[in-house]
């Protein structure tokens, strides 16, 4: 059975950045604290607990004072920042530099469009962790839509500005993006595409590599939003694709009659993960023989 690993998968720059500067910081025996999973897969959140990582709360982080805590590449929101400032947190900052800019962009169309009732709208995940840090640069006030079915919520006679998570699929941004504009004619609307381009060039590859296979392991955390829409992208193109988080989810019965494996993955699943699966499937096969 051939068995091939997607040379295209494995961390972003984001997550690579973040988990360098925690494993930095865990060298000097100190105590560190992540707000939130420091990524979005359980296997690496577990290898990074072992190494002293303490994961916490954004309910725990306000009951805490005089200690180090790390920000996830995901961000966060301004009320973040003014609490460790007044509690004596020292923050380790790791914010995705696109997720940065794009806290910034939204903060600066948020201050200037107040004053004409602009309504301010995230095409993102309703409670993601980037999400919850962009809609907090409006004061709470920005709009979130998961599809067209949320455009309703939407006032089409006011302004309309939107911007996109990070994460999300081009195609349907597009989509969104389409019906919008039809629904609201008569006002202006300004669509900005901040899909990350790392993200969204994995789409293609991801493409061409899921329909050269018999079948397609999928591999992500089940909280990944990036990891659903890189998965239902594959499964667009190869039928069978199987989505699992870790080795004992995979079904014998599943390589039945299967000549080729492809394994893939989100931006937050590491590589080595992906290459345990292959060895996995290879101890499988070998057992076949004996």
Known sequence: MKIEVDKGSGFCFGVVEAIRRAEERLLSDKPLFCLGDIVHNNSEVERLRQKGLITISHEQFFTMSDTTVL????????????????????LIDATCPVVLKLQ?????????????NTQLVIYGKKGHAEVNGLVGQTNGEAIVVEGIEDLSQLDFSRPIVLYSQTTKGLEGLHHLTEVLKNKSARVPVKIHDTICRQVANRIPGIKKFAGRFDLVLFVSGKKSSNGKMLFDICSSVNPNTKFISDLNEIDPKWLENIDSVGICGATSTPKK???????????????KKV
């Open 71 to 90: 920000l996830r590449a995901h961000g966060e929101p301004p009320d973040i920042y003014k609490y460790a400032q007044s509690h004596n947190i020292k």
């Open 104 to 116: 910034k962009r939204i903060l600066k169309s948020y201050e200037s469009g107040i004053d004409d």
């Open 273 to 287: 993960l992906l290459e345990e699966v292959a060895d996995h499937l290879i101890k499988m096969e070998n057992k």
